[in-house]
């Protein structure tokens, strides 16, 4: 993968982590703008934002890693 790829990967993905703690923001809310407070509820909700966050950040461990594998051969 060429430096212009990689670049663009990080983008993406950084762009789809700020997404998701904007999705989390938003959700943590309900339609009038008061906050969630069922605590079970809460939980849930971080969980499933910090996975996707997690599988975005693996992505750019995966494809700099692949990066500097392909420039080292």
């Known amino acids: 993968m060429d430096n212009k790829k990689l670049s663009a990967l990080y983008y993406t993905s950084t762009s ?3 997404d998701v703690a904007q999705s989390l923001y938003e959700s943590l809310h309900n339609y009038k703008g008061t906050p969630v407070t069922d605590e079970e509820l809460v939980r849930k909700m971080i969980t499933n934002a910090v996975k996707e966050i997690r599988s975005e950040l693996d992505l750019i461990k995966t494809a ?10």
């Not at 700099?64 to 051969?73: T, Y």
Request: hydrophobic share 30%; charged share 25%.
């Open 16 to 18: 789809r982590v700020i």
């Open 64 to 73: 700099v890693a692949e990066s500097n594998e392909h420039s080292n051969s």
